[in-house]
Nanobody, 124 residues
């Protein structure tokens, strides 16, 4: 069964850090671009970050640039999102998504595989 599983979400205070993970099972992440999306209550889903298949290129939503870092470990079949200086505006369900090509795109419709999401709550 082809699956993406996110983990690492939770409750963190403003200014804190969290690292969330996206592990693939049933298929390899080699040759796939991976993106993180998020959806807050009452808001549309938005792209947060993306990394190309080889990890040589990354992209970020303007509001998270300098605070979030995406990385991948193809040997572990896992992608990570390190989130620092978290703000209550970052509160959302975070989803990882994969598309079986090397390049990132911003549209969520271009992604084939999706995880179930992990909740990140930033609150004091």
């Amino acid at each position: 069964q082809l699956q993406l599983v996110e983990s690492g979400g939770g409750l963190v205070q403003p200014g804190g850090s969290l690292r969330i993970s996206c592990a693939a099972s049933g298929f390899t992440l080699d040759g796939t671009a991976i993106a993180w999306f998020r959806q807050a209550p009452g808001k549309e889903r938005e792209g947060v970050s993306c990394i190309t298949s080889g990890g040589g290129s990354t992209g970020y939503l303007d509001s998270v640039k300098g605070r979030f870092t995406i990385s991948r470990d193809n040997a572990k079949n896992t992608v990570y999102l390190q989130m620092n200086s978290l703000d209550p505006e970052d509160t959302a369900v975070y989803y990882c998504a994969a598309r079986p090509v090397t390049r990132c795109v911003s549209s969520d419709k271009a992604y084939t595989y999706w995880g179930q999401g992990t909740q990140v709550t930033v609150s004091s």
